[in-house]
């Protein structure tokens, strides 16, 4: 099952996006569940990552103090919310759901992925 990825749109330096993160028809309460991100001619990298269980969550050094990672399990849905956004943050956005065990910031720990949501930042 596929994750779907919204939000993204373009915006200027400073201002702030809400990407929304869902899974149709599935539940995932019990899977952890990240965000990352891909940069054009870049490598994917990790964001930010929320446990099923006390929700608490991760992120990168770049996004500390500027994204929040929740999640509503009601809604079966998992958010990003970034503020003041930088030049650097234009990436395609993508969530996934944590499958392995490895640290919870390698990707390759992921699954589900979805088709991304792009983001660009102007300065």
Sequence with gaps: ???QASGGGLVQAGGSLRLSCAAPGR???NY???WFRQAPG?????????EWGFGSPYYSDSAKGRFTITRDMAKNTMYLQ???LRPEDTAVYFCAVRYGDSDISNERSYGSWG???LVT???
Aim: charged fraction near 20%; avoid cysteine; aromatic fraction near 8%.
């Design 82 to 84: 970034m503020n003041r």
């Design 42 to 50: 870049k490598e994917r990298d990790f964001v930010a990552a929320i």
């Design 121 to 123: 930042v102007s300065s």
């Design 1 to 3: 099952v596929q994750l």
């Design 27 to 29: 539940t995932f309460s």
């Design 115 to 117: 088709q991304g949501t």
């Design 32 to 34: 952890d569940m990240g």
